[in-house]
């Protein structure tokens, strides 16, 4: 799994995602750092199987993407965020050490919800990897 996030936190890298005016940087496997200023992305595996994959000797990654952003400014420039994410990152091939192919799709477009200090969107992947 450690390859797997390495190749998506490279990949969200060398996107316009990493702009200054975005999360520049800011994306974090698992938790962000206390204090992390906003807004930012966490991203954690919630299932890992080889079922149902396109092939019996795939792998099928379940990701939880969440983006975090200031509750003060609403969350229409989050969202704006969540709509740069899903274009950027949904049908992707990554390069993932140790598979020959490997491919992220969006589940859904996410979900909204209050945060103690701010909001955060949740959205639902898969990556499906190829063995090499």
């Not at 969006?106 to 209050?114: K, M, N, T, W």
Request: with cysteine; hydrophobic share 40%.
């Amino acid at each position: 799994m450690l390859e797997a996030f390495r190749a998506i936190k490279t990949f969200l890298a060398t996107t316009d995602l990493n702009d200054a005016d975005k999360l520049n940087g800011r994306f974090y496997e698992g938790q962000a750092p206390k204090r992390t200023s906003f807004p930012y992305l966490t991203f954690q595996a919630i299932s890992h199987t080889g079922e149902p994959a396109l092939s019996e000797d795939d792998v099928r990654l379940a990701i939880q993407i969440n983006l975090y952003g200031d509750r003060t400014l609403g969350g229409g420039a989050l969202w704006a965020l969540n709509d740069l994410l899903l274009s950027e990152l949904d049908r992707q091939r990554l390069t993932v050490t140790g598979f020959s192919a490997a491919c992220i799709l969006a589940i859904d477009r996410g979900v909204e919800e209050l945060e103690e200090d701010g909001l955060r969107i949740t959205s639902q992947w898969d990556l499906f990897m190829s063995p090499a």
